[in-house]
């Protein structure tokens, strides 16, 4: 008899991820979407279409499931709010249930991410674990003694909208504060201070490829600090510092044994990560400070995906 598979769907703030999962968290037919900007109706068609996409490559698959960047009620498995994507007020299992016809599992993408983390990943064996996902946003999960923390609807853990600068820039999406951690060290804050990097220094590389007419993105400043570029890394070690600040106050609220950063910006590694730790060292409470470990996603940028299809295999989530 073949192994059970299912799918599972990381419906990101920019980019959908999306493939076939067995029980060995082996992923096949991988899917990958763009959102095409556009409304809710467009949103939920692209989903669709991924599953749909994943279905046709493996028909076997028993059951879907999905993490959206949205506070996701546990009740109803409806979306409550979502800073990235138009899905505030949407009864969204329910809806997926009857288009797919297929049973639906889902829960916040950076609480599957965790779920895949902790249960197979880089925080395999510890019983408290906060996940961090760097992407468009940064997601947050948190795990309590070996269960995932959700709140009191499921509106909890939401890491990325802790303050880190009172004063500082304006949040993204729908968020109403400031100098949130994920408007000073997500992926698109690390290309907004490239931007303002390449300005300021005409020699860098980054100022070259702006010239050249690139859009100064999150993952070309990562890729020019890997290729040493001095204006690049100078830009991940700040970031890297603002992100270290954020963790720096989960170590002293949650003492988790380990802190997994994922999602795309994790693509930086420890040009990003050194930095972080230094700050923890530095600014965090002991003993957790010592005690902790701040280490990269296994599953890079897939950890949403796999804990998306855990979900599924576990028949749980929200
Ligand atoms: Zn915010």
């Not at 880089?122 to 948190?142: D, E, K």
């Not at 709140?151 to 600068?165: F, K, N, P, Q, S």
């Not at 304006?170 to 300005?199: D, F, K, V, Y």
């Amino acid at each position: 008899m073949s192994p059970r598979r299912v799918i599972g769907i990381d419906a990101g703030g920019t980019k959908l991820v999306g493939g076939v999962v067995d029980e060995g968290l082996g992923v096949r037919h991988r899917v990958h979407r763009l959102w095409r900007g556009g409304d809710r109706g467009e949103v939920l068609d692209v989903i669709v279409e991924a599953v749909e996409e994943a279905r046709a490559a493996a028909p076997d698959a028993a059951s879907v499931g999905i993490g959206i960047p949205s506070l996701v009620e546990r009740e109803t498995g409806a979306s409550m709010f979502s800073t990235h994507l138009p899905l505030e007020g949407v009864p969204f299992r329910d809806l997926m249930r009857e288009r797919l016809g297929l049973p639906v599992y889902v829960d916040n993408d950076a609480n599957v991410a965790a779920l895949a983390e902790f249960r197979a990943g880089a925080a395999q064996g510890a019983r408290h674990v906060v996940m961090l996902t760097l992407g468009t946003g940064i997601g947050g999960g948190v795990i309590v003694d070996g269960r995932l923390y959700r709140g009191a609807r499921g509106g909890g853990a939401e890491l990325g909208h802790m303050v880190i600068d009172e004063d500082g820039p304006p949040c993204q999406g729908a968020c109403p504060n400031r100098g949130c951690l994920e408007a000073m060290a997500s992926g698109t804050a690390i290309g907004r201070e490239g931007a303002a990097a390449a300005a300021r220094e005409p020699e860098s590389a980054l100022a070259r490829e702006l010239r050249e007419g690139r859009e100064i993105t999150g993952a070309l400043v990562t890729e020019l600090a890997h290729d040493g570029d001095a204006a690049a890394r100078d830009v991940l070690e700040r970031v890297g510092g603002h992100l270290g600040v954020g963790i720096a106050n989960i170590v002293n609220v949650f003492e988790p044994e380990v802190v997994v950063v994922g999602g795309g910006a994790i693509a930086g590694g420890d040009l990003l990560l050194e930095p972080a730790r230094a700050v923890v060292a530095e600014r965090a409470l002991p003993p957790s400070r010592d005690l902790v470990r701040i280490v990269p996603a296994h599953f890079g940028g897939e950890a949403g995906m796999v804990g998306a299809a855990l979900l599924a295999l576990d028949e749980g989530g929200v």
